[in-house]
Nanobody, 120 residues
Framework: QFVESGGGLAQPGGSLRLSCRAPRMITSVFNPLEFAWYRQTPGKERELVATIGRATNYGDSTTNYVDSVKGRFTISRDNARKTLYLQMNNLKPEDTAVYYC????????WGQGTQVTVSP
């Protein structure tokens, strides 16, 4: 259902931009949905990182972030491309994880995720 990409190796203080496509979801289904980015490290439960509300006519969907990423990460959506983004700036080693996207409510099956590694 979801295809994540954009992960990789970054140095502390660096940036990465993650993308998440929903190629099999039609636009009329995609636009009203709320979505989220999650992350998971080995041995830990998946953590909610950022959420974005439904599409609006003004492109100002509501966003929310976990405290640990506030001011550093930005979630956005391109409804025409059925794609979510997570811009990650000022990365820290504790951001190292596999990142996933999914619906915020009643998540669908999980994609493969994209690995983000922050290391000197």
């Amino acid at each position: 259902q979801f295809v994540e990409s954009g992960g990789g190796l970054a140095q502390p203080g660096g940036s990465l931009r993650l993308s998440c496509r929903a190629p099999r979801m039609i636009t009329s289904v995609f636009n009203p949905l709320e979505f989220a980015w999650y992350r998971q490290t080995p041995g830990k439960e998946r953590e909610l990182v950022a959420t974005i509300g439904r599409a609006t006519n003004y492109g100002d969907s509501t966003t929310n972030y976990v405290d640990s990423v506030k001011g550093r990460f930005t979630i956005s959506r391109d409804n025409a491309r059925k794609t979510l983004y997570l811009q990650m700036n000022n990365l820290k080693p504790e951001d190292t994880a596999v990142y996933y996207c999914n619906k915020l409510r009643a998540p669908d099956s999980w994609g493969q995720g994209t690995q983000v590694t922050v290391s000197p």
